[in-house]
């Protein structure tokens, strides 16, 4: 994959679709604004994946299942991505 380097302030997320970053986090929004991001999409995959283990796999194909996993996947990548912002940001304050 190649990247260009984008300016400090955004940081691409985690990617495996394109060779180019697309999705940037804006490492300077308030830490309040990312943590409500990173809250909703928690929040979405657990209930998601609680909605999912109470299914009866039987009823679902393999190509069901692989989606499901993929798009949990895709929510808690964004999850460490943003995650990441917050750590470097708290890390960095005396």
């Known amino acids: 994959m190649t990247t260009n380097n984008p300016p400090r302030r955004f940081t ?3 990617q495996f ?3 180019y970053p697309v999705l940037l986090i804006d490492s300077d929004a308030p830490i309040r604004e990312l943590h409500n991001c990173v809250s909703e999409r928690l929040n979405a995959v657990v209930k998601y994946l609680n909605l999912m283990a109470c299914t ?3 009823d ?3 190509i069901d299942i692989n989606t499901v996993t993929n798009i949990a996947l895709i929510l ?3 999850v460490g991505d ?3 912002v917050i750590e470097r940001r ?3 304050t005396p």
């Open 76 to 78: 808690l990548r964004d």
């Open 60 to 62: 679902y194909a393999e």
């Open 82 to 84: 943003v995650f990441r």
């Open 17 to 19: 679709a394109t060779d």
């Open 12 to 14: 691409p997320m985690s």
């Open 56 to 58: 009866s796999l039987p």
């Open 90 to 92: 708290g890390f960095d």
